[in-house]
């Protein structure tokens, strides 16, 4: 079975300083994609960053960057110079397994920024 | 623009009755996906389809009912038989593309 978790519920950050949320997944397969979301107020999702299980190098993406241990199954993301806008929850999800079309979500961070 | 629209952003119902959310897509994507959101929680998959005229229960299907007679629409009944249906739900889709687009959800509330 497919798994994800996130085991902060909630995070504060001051603005300009780098963040880490956390998350961690349980799968048995080789091939899988792990994904983070940004949901505002408004409840929009918001596709942050993607990262391949065969990717050799984490994924980065302007202020964003995924680290990736596979060995340990955690894909941390990690936030550079937190701004104000920053303030939402953020989702951790995977595709794959047996039926590669299916996303798993966890729980979610509501990260909020402070000025 | 392409995209996911999802209508209505706001849906009132009374008890008994079933209600429809329409969800559709111009990305010409083959898998589509209903989620349920409920305050401070996760993402919980209600129905998917992978293709047209073909869908499969997600984890919380009870209650739900959905079809996929056209690529472009994946509309999700929320039926009498859901006993607690006031939540947000999201619809997404997919393709060869890694990540799920996601449309701007309807909120449903029980009245």
């Known amino acids: 079975a497919q798994k994800i978790t996130q085991t902060q519920p909630g995070m504060f950050v001051q603005e300009k300083e780098a963040v880490t949320l956390d998350c961690t997944y349980d799968?048995?397969?080789?091939?899988?994609?792990l994904f983070w979301y940004k949901q505002p107020s408004s409840g929009e999702m918001i596709f942050l960053i993607y990262?391949?299980?065969?990717?050799?190098q984490n994924a980065t993406e302007g202020r964003y960057s995924l680290n990736f241990q596979k060995a340990r199954k955690s894909a941390n993301l990690v936030i550079s110079a937190s701004q104000l806008g920053d303030s939402a929850m953020y989702f951790c999800?995977?595709?794959?397994?047996?039926?590669?079309?299916?996303?798993?979500f966890g729980s979610g961070t509501k990260l909020n920024v402070k000025p | 623009d392409g995209g996911i629209t999802q209508s209505p952003k706001y849906l009132f119902r009374k008890e008994g009755q079933n209600v429809t959310l329409s969800c559709e897509q111009n990305?010409?994507?083959?898998?589509m996906y209903w989620y349920r959101q409920d305050p401070g929680q996760g993402l919980r998959l209600i129905y998917y389809?992978?293709?047209?005229?073909?869908?499969q229960k997600g984890d919380i299907a009870e209650g739900y009912s959905v079809s996929r007679e056209k690529k472009e629409s994946f509309p999700l009944t929320v039926t009498s038989a859901q006993k607690n249906p006031t939540a947000f739900y999201l619809c997404?889709?997919?393709?060869?593309?890694?990540?799920?687009?996601f449309g701007q959800g309807t909120r449903l509330t029980v009245v």
């Open positions: 990305l010409n994507h083959d898998a």
């Open positions: 389809s992978q293709i047209v005229n073909d869908f």
């Open positions: 999800a995977m595709r794959g397994g047996y039926n590669f079309n299916k996303f798993y």
């Open positions: 990262q391949g299980s065969y990717d050799q």
């Open positions: 799968t048995s397969d080789p091939s899988y994609g």
């Open positions: 997404a889709s997919s393709s060869a593309s890694p990540e799920a687009f």
